[in-house]
């Protein structure tokens, strides 16, 4: 049982910056697919940005492209999602999310059922 615990969120203003890590506890980390998603409320589940597990390539929605980077480092088992110029809408709780399935393609990527293991998911408010 992968577990994974995020940190890094908290109130920021509008146009600020964050930088959000998801910590694995297991050494096999380096072979999951990692993802960023995120829930605001009365909302479904929305895909952020997504990181291979084997050449480490990075996916976003379209909506944060240019703004959050994500990253992984495979020696300290955690993933990265770095957050900037924010928006109010991007107000939510940030979940990440392990795939342990070596076969899932990259256009499954922001499927939440792609996933294994979700983390318990940190706040992110944008208010002035």
């Known amino acids: 049982q992968v577990q994974l615990v995020e940190s890094g969120g908290g109130l920021v203003q509008p146009g600020g910056s964050l930088r959000l890590s998801c910590a694995a506890s297991?050494?096999?980390?380096?072979?999951?697919?990692m993802g960023w998603f995120r829930q605001a409320p009365g909302k479904e589940r929305e895909f952020q940005a997504a990181?291979?597990?084997?050449?480490?390539?990075?996916y976003y929605a379209d909506s944060v492209k240019g703004r959050f980077t994500i990253s992984r480092d495979n020696a300290k088992n955690t993933v990265y999602l770095q957050m900037n110029s924010l928006k109010h809408e991007d107000t939510a709780v940030y979940y990440c999310?392990?795939?342990?399935?070596?076969?899932?393609?990259?256009?499954?990527?922001?499927?939440?059922?792609?996933?294994?293991?979700w983390g318990q998911g940190t706040q992110v408010t944008v208010s002035s």
């Open positions: 999310a392990a795939d342990s399935s070596k076969f899932t393609i990259s256009s499954q990527l922001p499927i939440v059922g792609s996933y294994d293991y």
């Open positions: 990181i291979s597990w084997n050449l480490g390539r990075p």
């Open positions: 297991e050494r096999t980390f380096k072979a999951y697919a």
